[in-house]
């Protein structure tokens, strides 16, 4: 099982400051990594994969990159509605999540 | 617009069987994979199965070893519908279950699935 590790847990930031989050890998999964958010009470939804794509519909604040064992997503200007729950999510051997970061308003 | 409708949650006594439905529209659903991720109370996400669109007439099913024996994913092309069947349910099967379409047909060397589109979940709670 491929396990993924996320820090920080809890992120907590202003509207305007730049997020960064990070995923770590057990072992390479080259670029098959996905990031998704979760408000309270909703779904998830896919907001980066393949690493560094963004899913339909997601604006350009957000940005993923990495490779391998390290991946980073960068949220550049925080807005309101980007505050929730992130996590990553690997496909190189069957699915497997990271624990999640929570990103809250400071 | 892909939409996905899951049902059949409820309250259900430890050791009973349960059997979740999705029902799918707004996309060609016989030619991606489905797949069911649960979120305890409070936790975060669990991937617990999914199935492939048919290759050669057959689906192929994966589970993560946790719930492997107990779990059950099948899928009807014919109505657009997936299921998951829980058998003896425990306490910690308590969650919310979302159904998740898959962004390829199927597993391959590239790898599994990204989650492209979820439902809004249902909620089991296993209880005595």
């Known amino acids: 099982e491929i396990v993924l590790t996320q820090s920080p847990a809890t992120l907590s930031l202003s509207p305007g400051e730049r997020a960064t989050l990070s995923c770590r890998a057990s072992?390479?999964?080259?670029?098959?990594l996905a990031w998704y958010q979760q408000k309270p009470g909703q779904a998830p939804r896919l907001i980066i994969y393949?690493?560094?794509k963004r899913a339909t519909g997601i604006p350009a604040r957000f940005s993923g990159s990495g490779s391998g064992t390290d991946f980073t997503l960068t949220i550049s200007s925080l807005e309101p509605e980007d505050f929730g729950v992130y996590y990553c999510?690997?496909?190189?051997?069957?699915?497997?999540f990271g624990q999640g970061t929570r990103l809250e308003i400071k | 617009e892909v939409q996905l409708l899951e049902s059949g949650g409820g309250l259900i006594q430890p050791g009973g069987s349960l059997k979740l439905s999705c029902a799918a529209s707004g996309f060609t659903f016989s030619s991606y994979a489905m797949n069911w991720v649960r979120q305890a109370p409070g936790k975060g996400l669990e991937w617990v199965s999914g199935?492939?669109?048919?290759?050669?007439?057959?689906?192929?099913?994966y589970y993560p070893d946790s719930v492997r024996g107990r779990f059950t994913i099948s899928r009807d092309n014919s109505k657009n519908i997936f299921y998951l069947e829980i058998n003896s349910l425990r306490v910690d099967d308590t969650a919310i279950y979302y159904c998740?379409?898959?962004?390829?047909?199927?597993?391959?060397?590239?790898?599994?699935?990204?989650?492209?589109?979820w439902g809004q979940g249902t909620l089991v709670t296993v209880s005595s």
């Open positions: 999510q690997q496909r190189g051997w069957y699915i497997t």
């Open positions: 199935i492939s669109s048919s290759v050669g007439g057959t689906y192929y099913t």
């Open positions: 072992q390479s999964v080259s670029s098959s």
């Open positions: 998740a379409k898959g962004d390829r047909p199927f597993c391959s060397g590239g790898g599994c699935y990204f989650l492209d589109s």
């Open positions: 393949d690493a560094s």
